[in-house]
C-alpha cells in the first residue's frame, strides 16, 4: 500500500506539471522587488448576465522556497479564468537569494513536487522563506490590489474578493485573511477585517507546531520563521491556528491521500477554529494527493473552482 501511494502521488504531481505555463493577460508591480509583482488573469468563461466577475487571488505554493514561483500555477489560475473569474496571481519573495520572478521554475513536468516534499531545506538545500519579508509581501500585495485591479481588470467586481492559496500559498492566504487579529505590534495588522468574500485554502500548511511535529516539507515552517531559535518567539504572528477567529468564511479543501501536507495539518486548523467559536469548512476529498487540488486535468480541481464559485457568487 505505501508503494501505491507513492506510485499515485508521482502521477499527480507528473500531470499538475505537465500542462505549460500560461502568460497573463497583464502584469503589474506592487514594490521595487522584481518578486513584487501581480499577474492578472481576465474572465474568459461564461458568466450571468449583467454579473461583474468575481476576483480570486491566487497565492501560490512551494513550501516558500526560492526555485518556486508563481509560474507553476498559471494553469491553474487560467482555468479558473477559463471559468469566468477574474484571477490576481500574486508573487512574493521567498527563501534567501530568491532570483527574478518568472525565471526560477524549473521546466514544466520536472520533479518540482518531490523537491518541494524531500530534503529540501537541508544543508545546501534552499531554505523556506524570509523573515520578514514574505509576510512584508504579502501584507503588501493585497494592500495594493484593490488600486491594481481597478487598472488591470475593471471588469471585476472587488466586493466579490475570495483568496486560495496551495499549500504555503494556502497558509499565506489564511493569514492574508486573519490580519485584523494579529498580535497589535505586528506591522501588518490591519484595523478591521479585509473585505472578502472567503478564503479557500487547499492543502495549506495550516498549523506549524502540527507541520513541524510531522516534519512537513522538511521543516519549511521553522525555516519560515527564521529557525528553532525564533520559532515559538514569532509563532503568534505568522501560525493561521493562534489567529482565530476572523470572522471570515473559510473552507479547506484537503486530499485524504496527501503525503506532503497530510490531512491532520489541516483538521487541526479547523478543530482550533471550532475552539475560537468559528465554523470553518473542510472538505475532504477521497483518493487525492497534493497537487490534483491544482490540476486543470482533475477531478479535484474542479471541485475547488466550485468551492470558490460558492463563496464568490
Keep these: 500500500m505505501p ?5 499515485r502521488a508521482v502521477a499527480e504531481e507528473e500531470s499538475a506539471f505537465s500542462h505549460p505555463a500560461v502568460d497573463p493577460d497583464s502584469t ?12 492578472f488573469y481576465a474572465p474568459r468563461g461564461e458568466r450571468l448576465p449583467g454579473e461583474a466577475p468575481p476576483l480570486v487571488v491566487v497565492l501560490h505554493g512551494g513550501a516558500w522556497r526560492a526555485p518556486y514561483d508563481r509560474r507553476h500555477i498559471t494553469p491553474f ?8 473569474f477574474a484571477v490576481a496571481n500574486v508573487e512574493y519573495r521567498r527563501g534567501p537569494a530568491s532570483p527574478a520572478a518568472g525565471t526560477s521554475i524549473p521546466a514544466q513536468g520536472s520533479a518540482i513536487g518531490s523537491a518541494i516534499g524531500s530534503a529540501e531545506g537541508a544543508a545546501g538545500g534552499p531554505v523556506a522563506g524570509r523573515w520578514p519579508d514574505t509576510f512584508d509581501d504579502v501584507a503588501a500585495a493585497l494592500d495594493a490590489l484593490p488600486a491594481l485591479v481597478r487598472e488591470a481588470l475593471p471588469q471585476a467586481d472587488p466586493r466579490r474578493t475570495v483568496i486560495t492559496g496551495h499549500s504555503a500559498g494556502g497558509h499565506l492566504a489564511l493569514w492574508a485573511a486573519a490580519r485584523h487579529v494579529l498580535p497589535k505590534d505586528a506591522p501588518w495588522r490591519t ?27 522538511d521543516g519549511a515552517a521553522a525555516q519560515l520563521l527564521g529557525g528553532e531559535v525564533k520559532f515559538a518567539e514569532r509563532l503568534p504572528y505568522a501560525d493561521p491556528t493562534l489567529l482565530l477567529p476572523t470572522g471570515i468564511a473559510t473552507t479547506l479543501v484537503q486530499g485524504r491521500a496527501d503525503l506532503v501536507v497530510p490531512q491532520a495539518v489541516a483538521e ?5 477554529a471550532a475552539k475560537s467559536g468559528e465554523v470553518v469548512g473542510l472538505t475532504l476529498l477521497e483518493d487525492v ?11 479535484a480541481c474542479a471541485v475547488v473552482a466550485e468551492e470558490i464559485a460558492q463563496l464568490a457568487w
Design 3 to 7: 508503494d501505491d501511494a507513492a506510485a
Design 28 to 39: 503589474a508591480a506592487y514594490g521595487d522587488h522584481p518578486d513584487q509583482v501581480i499577474d
Design 77 to 84: 489560475a487560467d482555468f479558473l479564468a477559463r471559468r469566468g
Design 191 to 217: 484595523d478591521a477585517p479585509a473585505a472578502l468574500r472567503g478564503v479557500i485554502a487547499l492543502a495549506p500548511i495550516a498549523d506549524f507546531t502540527v507541520a513541524e511535529e510531522l516534519a512537513v516539507c
Design 268 to 272: 487541526s486548523y479547523a478543530d482550533a
Design 289 to 299: 494527493g497534493h497537487f490534483p487540488l491544482i490540476d486543470p486535468a482533475a477531478d
